[in-house]
């Protein structure tokens, strides 16, 4: 019974930034990890980034670390991604994702966000 809420991206060029945000609400008794995921039409969905529920342990794909930062905001509970330099191949549909562990594949959460377009132009 946990909704996740999603807001933030868009179009931007590249080199440019974008930042997401996802909102939990419902029955949220408990700190979730949580996690962002990305899929590009005809692609599979792919790991991006992911923040423990409560030790501060993140880790990311190593296709953006360097560049993006997750972050999580426990009085509003929300989570964040920040993208810096983004590149035209990074353009796809960007879901938050909450679940026991911060692990690096979906099936390890339970709860979604609708997703949200970000696309990167050259």
């Known amino acids: 019974q946990v909704q996740l809420v999603q807001s933030g991206g868009g179009s931007v060029q590249a080199g440019g930034s974008l930042r997401l945000s996802c909102a939990a609400s419902?029955?949220?008794?408990?700190?979730?990890?949580m996690a962002w995921f990305r899929q590009a039409p005809g692609k599979e969905r792919e790991f991006v980034a992911a923040?423990?529920?409560?030790?501060?342990?993140?880790g990311y794909a190593d296709s953006v670390q360097g560049r993006f930062t997750i972050s999580r905001e426990n009085a509003e509970n929300t989570v964040n991604l920040q993208m810096n330099d983004l590149k035209p191949e990074e353009t796809a549909a960007y879901y938050c994702a909450a679940g026991r562990d911060a692990l690096g594949y979906s099936s390890a959460y339970d709860y979604w966000g609708q997703g949200t377009q970000v696309t990167v132009s050259s």
């Open positions: 923040i423990s529920s409560t030790e501060g342990i993140f």
């Open positions: 419902g029955r949220t008794g408990r700190t979730y990890a």
